[in-house]
């Protein structure tokens, strides 16, 4: 059994696994790594540690934590990612849409019983045409749950949980990772060590900068808010369905990022 089916067995879904712990444990890669070069008793027994740190419920605590890290991070970016992205893209003065492809968009809404605003309207109160395509997009997440894993939505709604969380966590996995190759490398240069494994530390020193890279240049606002709107172009694309969503409601658990409670 491997560690993904213990960790399945003990209640992570494809959602928490992907979007959730996994960011978390790309910030604990650093230290992981480091210490199994150093101590290679570590290295053995992985899935006995896991199903033990999921039996003291440290796993789901760490999941908990980058939640609540994305979710901040997300408030921050205000209308550039999550509820508040897809809402700004129903308006009139959001130019991302095409307005032919938005007008279908809000035809089906309002076939739905949703009052958009008209540009004129919007233009007299952009607060109220906010709110009113905020309103839409609720009901619209809802009603899309019994799409759940069966289109590429939830793809989508996992990478942008994903892109999320591991953004709220930045500060703390460069943090790691700066460690890590410090560490590692004042340990090579002091310990005599064989030549293969001078050259795993230094490989090892290469994966840490590769990733203090990474994180630096592609775990961005730029990187959330593309993910934001990859999922918000699937939800929109289910308004060119025309039988009601929802007529059919699946039993499957479907967490949204953008109403991530």
Same mark, same amino acid.
């Given at each position: =059994?491997t560690?993904e089916?213990?960790?399945?067995?003990?209640?992570?879904?494809?959602y928490d696994l !992907?979007?959730?712990?996994? +960011?978390?444990? $790309?910030v604990?890669? +650093?230290?992981?790594?480091?210490?199994?070069f150093w101590?290679?008793?570590?290295?053995?027994?992985?899935g006995?540690t896991?199903?033990?740190?999921?039996?003291?419920?440290?796993?789901y605590?760490?999941?908990q934590?980058?939640?609540?890290?994305?979710r901040a991070a997300?408030r921050? =970016?205000?209308d550039?990612?999550?509820?508040?992205?897809?809402?700004r893209?129903?308006?009139?003065?959001? @130019?991302?849409i095409a307005?032919?492809?938005?007008?279908r968009?809000?035809a089906?809404?309002?076939?739905?019983g949703?009052?958009i605003?008209t540009?004129d309207e919007?233009?007299? @109160? +952009?607060?109220t045409?906010f709110?009113?395509?905020?309103?839409? $997009?609720?009901?619209?997440?809802?009603?899309?749950?019994?799409?759940g894993?069966?289109?590429?939505?939830?793809g989508?709604?996992?990478?942008?949980?994903f892109?999320? !969380?591991l953004?709220? =966590?930045?500060?703390?996995?460069?943090a790691?990772?700066?460690?890590a190759?410090?560490? !590692?490398?004042?340990l090579?240069?002091?310990r +005599?060590?064989d030549?293969?494994? $001078?050259?795993t530390g $230094?490989?090892?020193e290469a994966?840490?900068?590769a990733?203090i890279?990474?994180?630096?240049?592609f775990?961005?606002?730029? @990187?959330?808010?593309d993910?934001s709107?990859?999922y918000?172009?699937?939800?929109? !694309?289910l308004?060119?369905?025309?039988?009601p969503m929802g007529?059919?409601?699946?039993?499957?658990?479907v967490v949204?990022p953008v109403?991530?409670k």
């Amino acid at each position: =059994m491997t560690a993904e089916d213990i960790l399945r067995s003990v209640g992570f879904d494809r959602y928490d696994l !992907n979007a959730r712990l996994k +960011p978390g444990l $790309i910030v604990l890669l +650093p230290i992981f790594a480091t210490v199994a070069f150093w101590v290679p008793q570590v290295r053995t027994g992985l899935g006995a540690t896991a199903s033990l740190l999921s039996a003291c419920g440290l796993l789901y605590l760490l999941s908990q934590t980058v939640r609540a890290a994305g979710r901040a991070a997300e408030r921050r =970016m205000g209308d550039k990612a999550g509820r508040k992205h897809s809402a700004r893209l129903l308006t009139h003065a959001d @130019s991302v849409i095409a307005p032919e492809t938005k007008a279908r968009y809000h035809a089906y809404l309002r076939s739905h019983g949703h009052l958009i605003s008209t540009p004129d309207e919007e233009r007299t @109160s +952009p607060e109220t045409a906010f709110s009113r395509a905020g309103s839409a $997009i609720d009901w619209l997440l809802e009603h899309t749950r019994a799409e759940g894993k069966k289109t590429l939505l939830y793809g989508e709604l996992i990478s942008y949980g994903f892109q999320r !969380n591991l953004y709220g =966590m930045k500060p703390v996995a460069l943090a790691f990772a700066v460690l890590a190759l410090a560490v !590692n490398g004042a340990l090579l240069w002091k310990r +005599p060590l064989d030549e293969a494994a $001078i050259w795993t530390g $230094i490989l090892l020193e290469a994966g840490l900068v590769a990733l203090i890279v990474w994180l630096a240049l592609f775990v961005t606002k730029t @990187s959330v808010t593309d993910a934001s709107f990859a999922y918000a172009q699937q939800l929109f !694309n289910l308004c060119e369905i025309e039988a009601p969503m929802g007529a059919k409601r699946s039993r499957a658990k479907v967490v949204s990022p953008v109403a991530d409670k």
